[in-house]
């Protein structure tokens, strides 16, 4: 090995480092503990002083009506999520992609939920969606009182209550969702834009035959993104409905939480962290296989 | 508290302070404090809730109270509610609004004490059959009339509605005595919380100090925890500017007000009627599974299968560490 190879893997490496470090430091370090915590009794007043379990932790969460019902609400909430979060962005990016002055502007305004603080959103909506007591009624009844629908206790009624966050988290997140799908379609080739123009296609022919296709990998991205925000929800029913009614809003994250902080159960808390874990990496890995298909 | 003292994680404080200095804290400081016959911590100030109601509105309602000191059966409270609602006036303020679990707990247990239930077995280990009794289920349900009959708000979203003219009566703790005070005056008038039974129970608790197993100088933790709760150089100054109750009897000399209501009742109930919350390591997860309770009751949730579903989530709790 020559000295110059040698000296520019040590730069190499110099460049790395930090990276790696950080990557290290908290990343890699804290989930291999969460791993190791995850076989164990530990307790987090006294981490240290804990002992293997083997797959106890995962037995017992696996077979927690609890958890099943956690995981069933995230499901649901990302099923409801994840398809009108993407269309509704990918039809708003079809209009506001214009390079004109006052579509710029509204590209901004449909921007400014993403940057807004998660829990000053909950508690606005919390007072939008406020049921009727005595003389006191949220704007949101008042709204669909005008479309002839009876008030609603939306945060409050059972069946309600993970729709109305779904659609107030669609509202929030929308933005993102949208500002990808146009820099997406910025990268559609103008060539086959006006190639298909001459041949006489439409512009909803133009949209499903030319754009869709370019744009698989912005779609795919933009889905598998929206699945693992929707997956990781906590803020807005903790704020909102703090899990409830009947348990109905509790997702994956506020039982990690509660196993962790509430009942102080570090090792279990890990146990459902690492199936979480797994369930985001598969999402990711199906991302990845779906989109390489269309490079090769 | 229990749940340091169950890790092992504190001292025990009785070495520090003689019996003498011990008789002079309000009963529930110590109680709260005492684990197995030891304490393990102590606090400066105590809490209480109370039933604030406005004389005005009680007067044009028709509205009449028991005598000073006494509270009103669950039935007599309802038939309160129901004249004041009859004037197009909300009853009663019950902040289920507030976001800290804690309250619903804290504020709503007597009620279930008063209705001879219990949160916990006495041993702290067990809450199946003892959350869902069928007195709990009894005491849960008059409860949940109040919102039924529409004579509190399920989902409030004015914090203070007795103090902007808006409720009659408000269910609320020690720190809205002052603001109640300046904007009622002589309007302002205090019961203790209804009952369920025969005797009136009262909440308390507040902030407390231990000291740590691992400290390396307890007896000089000991010397600090002895001047922070010393009525004049620890108690005085704190209270002051916490609004806090003092918890110690000779730190009452030192406030003016505690000789008449509301301040007087705040003395009278953690002396005579009130009743610390349950000392087990499992206290976390029992206070926010029994708030998510009471929230779903409050919106008209079934009582029994309720307090039944929360009896499962906490025993399940207990059981993995027992």
């Given at each position: 090995m020559t000295t110059t190879i040698r000296h520019s893997r040590r730069v190499a490496w110099a460049f790395l480092a930090p990276a790696l470090i950080l990557l290290g430091v908290f990343v890699a370090w804290p989930l291999l503990r969460a791993a190791i915590w995850s076989f164990t009794n530990a307790d987090l007043l006294a981490p240290n002083d804990s002992h293997w379990t083997g797959?106890?932790?995962?037995?017992?969460?696996?077979?927690?009506?609890q958890f099943r019902r956690a995981f069933g609400n995230t499901a649901l909430f990302a099923l409801m999520v994840v398809p009108v979060q993407s269309a509704v962005a990918f039809v708003l990016a079809l209009w506001v992609n214009r390079p004109e002055h006052p579509w710029r502007w509204l590209r901004a305004v449909f921007f400014v939920p993403v940057v807004v603080s998660m829990p000053v959103l909950a508690v606005l909506w919390t007072m939008l969606y406020q049921p009727v007591q005595g003389s006191e009624n949220g704007l949101i009844n008042v709204a669909v009182r005008w479309l002839g629908i009876p008030p609603q206790a939306w945060l409050s009624d059972p069946p309600l209550a993970l729709p109305a966050i779904a659609f107030m988290s669609v509202w929030q997140g929308l933005g993102l969702q949208m500002m990808v799908f146009v820099a997406g379609l910025q990268g559609v080739p103008r060539v086959l834009l006006e190639a298909s123009r001459i041949d006489g296609a439409n512009a909803f022919q133009r949209v499903v035959h030319v754009v869709i296709p370019a744009m698989r990998n912005t779609i795919i991205f933009v889905i598998t993104v929206t699945t693992i925000l929707a997956a990781r929800l906590f803020v807005q029913p903790y704020l909102m409905t703090r899990g409830g009614p009947g348990n109905r809003t509790r997702s994956l994250i506020q039982l990690i939480y509660e196993n962790t902080f509430v009942s102080q159960d570090l090792g279990r808390a890990c146990?459902?962290?690492?199936?979480?874990?797994?369930?985001?990496?598969?999402?990711?890995?199906?991302q990845r296989r779906w989109s390489t298909e269309e490079r090769t | 508290m229990a749940r340091l003292v169950d890790a092992k994680l504190l001292y025990p404080l009785n070495a520090w302070f003689t019996s003498a200095e011990l008789e002079d804290f309000l009963p529930t400081v110590l109680e709260q404090g005492t684990i197995d016959g030891r304490l393990y911590a102590l606090g400066a100030f105590e809490s209480a809730v109370v039933l604030y109601f406005n004389r005005d509105v009680f007067n044009a309602a028709g509205v009449t109270t028991p005598a000073t000191g006494q509270s009103w059966s669950w039935p007599e409270f309802l038939s309160a509610c129901a004249k004041v609602r009859h004037q197009g006036i909300e009853p009663v303020a019950l902040h289920m609004?507030?976001?800290?679990?804690?309250?619903?707990?804290?504020?709503?247990?007597?009620?279930?004490?008063?209705?001879?239930?219990?949160?916990?077995?006495?041993?702290?280990?067990?809450?199946?059959?003892?959350?869902?009794?069928?007195?709990?289920?009894?005491?849960?349900?008059?409860?949940?009339?109040?919102?039924?009959?529409?004579?509190?708000?399920?989902?409030?979203?004015?914090p203070d509605p007795f103090g902007h003219g808006r409720s009659a009566m408000d269910w609320s703790g020690h720190w809205m005595a002052r603001p109640h005070v300046t904007d009622l005056g002589d309007k302002l008038g205090v019961l203790p919380l209804p009952r369920m039974g025969d005797k009136s129970f009262a909440p308390c608790g507040s902030w407390c100090w231990g000291i740590a197993r691992q400290s390396k100088h307890p007896e000089l933790a000991?010397?600090?925890?002895?001047?922070?709760?010393?009525?004049?150089?620890?108690?005085?100054?704190?209270?002051?500017?916490?609004?806090?109750?003092?918890?110690?009897r000779s730190a009452f000399a030192f406030f003016a007000e505690y000789a008449h209501a509301p301040y007087a009742l705040f003395r009278d109930q953690l002396e005579r009627s009130a009743r610390p919350r349950p000392r087990t390591p499992y206290y976390a997860t029992l206070t926010q599974r029994f708030a998510a309770a009471l929230r779903d009751i409050a919106r008209g949730a079934d009582v029994e299968r309720r307090?039944?579903?929360?009896?499962?989530?906490?025993?399940?709790?207990?059981?993995?560490?027992?």
């Open positions: 797959v106890s932790n995962y037995a017992d969460v696996l077979t927690d009506p146990a459902i962290a690492m199936l979480f874990l797994g369930l985001v990496a598969a999402l990711t890995l199906l | 609004n507030e976001s800290a679990d804690e309250w619903f707990t804290y504020a709503f247990s007597p009620l279930v004490w008063s209705g001879e239930g219990r949160l916990i077995s006495t041993d702290g280990k067990r809450v199946s059959g003892v959350l869902a009794s069928p007195e709990n289920v009894r005491t849960l349900t008059a409860w949940q009339q109040l919102f039924r009959l529409e004579f509190a708000a399920t989902d409030p979203v004015d000991a010397l600090w925890l002895q001047w922070v709760t010393d009525s004049e150089h620890g108690i005085v100054p704190i209270v002051r500017a916490n609004g806090a109750i003092p918890a110690r307090l039944q579903e929360a009896e499962r989530e906490i025993q399940r709790v207990i059981d993995r560490r027992n």
